[in-house]
């Protein structure tokens, strides 16, 4: 699923993304918790989804939550942290912010 989404998401096919990641993202949660680093980047995807949408609060309420969340267990300075802080600052930038 997770793959699928990624292709529809290279088309620029966001709704059909969209509701992907959303399966995929409540599955990850279920089956290994919110904090798992792979519940964090599915997160992360859909966030991009919403962000290539102009969907701004929405993708901005996943990413502070991603990027706390990764900050807290993987660490300040990890890769995947580093990429959701980048994400969060494209979505202020497009903001205007």
């Known amino acids: 699923m997770s793959i699928?989404?990624?292709?529809?998401?290279?088309?620029?096919?966001?709704?059909e993304a969209e509701q992907l990641e959303v399966q995929v993202m409540?599955?990850?949660?279920?089956?290994?918790?919110?904090?798992?680093?792979?519940?964090?980047?599915s997160m992360n995807n859909l966030a991009s989804t919403y962000r290539n949408q102009g969907r701004w609060t929405?993708?901005?309420?996943?990413?502070?939550?991603?990027?706390?969340?990764?900050?807290?267990?993987l660490g300040d300075k990890h890769p995947s942290t580093l990429t959701s802080i980048a994400n969060l600052a494209s979505t202020y930038r497009n903001q205007g912010r």
């Open 58 to 73: 929405e993708a901005e309420l996943l990413e502070v939550q991603v990027m706390e969340t990764s900050s807290r267990v």
């Open 4 to 15: 699928l989404s990624t292709l529809y998401y290279a088309h620029g096919w966001w709704m």
């Open 26 to 41: 409540e599955t990850r949660k279920r089956v290994l918790g919110d904090e798992h680093p792979d519940t964090l980047t």
